[in-house]
């Protein structure tokens, strides 16, 4: 069907009535290829909910399961971020490198951080700070570790997100607000979102499957927008690419490991042999 004929508002209406009818089903996870898509689709739920809820009240029918909507959308670090030598960063490998230079537990433990996501407790729940935080100028001046993720920790963590339609922006200014990072805060609210919007990857490639997805709801309706990409998206999540050079040199390193073994069987043999004779 051509663009503009308004797939997504239809989609989005008829899932959101559907959840509403049936609270077991507490999850949309909408996939979308593209970051902007992601966007446009988080802009369009915002009209429909807005729109229901409208006509709901006006019928004397609006509820709370009705109004509790919580919408995410998550996508790289580099869209999400408020680290400028992050979101500077010329690539979005060269972006992730430098965030985890900052929020590796290791470097956090170096720095006398207080530890972080294996010791998660109840989400959004709201509870005591765990520690002091430093101040954000003077961790943006040494870029040890980011302010924001730090912030997060101790208080973002365990807190309740309000409810709403976070697109991009919307994400960004929360985390501004609050000095939160927002990508880890909104990586943090899919767990508990009715509706996460994300990029296909994120539920297909079993890499980042793993550590994104994991906790979703198995409950969840999901839609896969533009779903004759998927084969694409799925031969490059499950490809490998390797180098000649690289192969080259996996074989040399086979060579010399290979020589190696035989050199010490040799001088083995030949020990035995005057041990023995
Ligand atoms: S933790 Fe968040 S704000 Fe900090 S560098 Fe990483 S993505 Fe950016």
């Given at each position: 069907m051509p663009t503009g004929t308004g797939k997504t508002v239809t989609l989005l209406s008829f899932i959101c009535s559907y959840q509403l009818r049936r609270p077991e089903v507490s999850k949309l996870i909408y996939c979308t290829r593209t970051v902007g898509e992601m966007d446009k689709v988080l802009q369009e739920l915002e009209r429909v909910l807005k729109y229901r809820n409208e006509q709901l009240a006006r019928e004397n029918a609006l509820t709370d399961a009705a109004t509790k909507i919580l919408a995410v959308g998550l996508t790289t670090r580099r869209n999400l971020c408020l680290h400028p030598s992050v979101t500077n960063a010329e690539s979005r490998e060269d972006a992730d490198a430098i965030c985890r230079a900052m929020t590796a537990s290791w470097v956090r433990a170096s720095h006398g951080a207080a530890s972080s996501q294996s010791e998660?407790?109840?989400?959004f729940e709201r509870d005591a700070p765990r520690s002091s935080v430093v101040p954000t100028e003077e961790l943006l001046a040494n870029d040890s570790l980011c302010p924001y993720y730090e912030k997060f920790e101790t208080e973002g963590r365990d807190a309740l997100i309000p409810n709403g339609v976070y697109t991009l922006d919307a994400m960004l200014s929360f985390g501004r607000a609050r000095g939160w990072c927002p990508y880890y805060t909104a990586r943090h609210a899919i767990n508990v979102a009715n509706v996460v919007v994300y990029n296909y990857q994120y539920l297909l490639d079993p890499k980042i499957a793993g550590l994104?997805?994991?906790?979703?709801?198995?409950e969840s309706i999901v839609v896969f927008d533009e779903a004759h990409n998927i084969d694409n998206v799925c031969i490059e999540a499950l490809s490998v690419n390797l180098r000649h050079d690289a192969l080259n040199r996996c074989m040399g390193n086979l060579q010399r490991l290979t020589a190696r073994v035989r050199e010490i069987k040799d001088s083995d043999a030949e020990r035995l042999q005057t041990e023995y004779s």
């Open positions: 998660s407790r109840g989400l994104i997805s994991r906790e979703l709801a198995r």
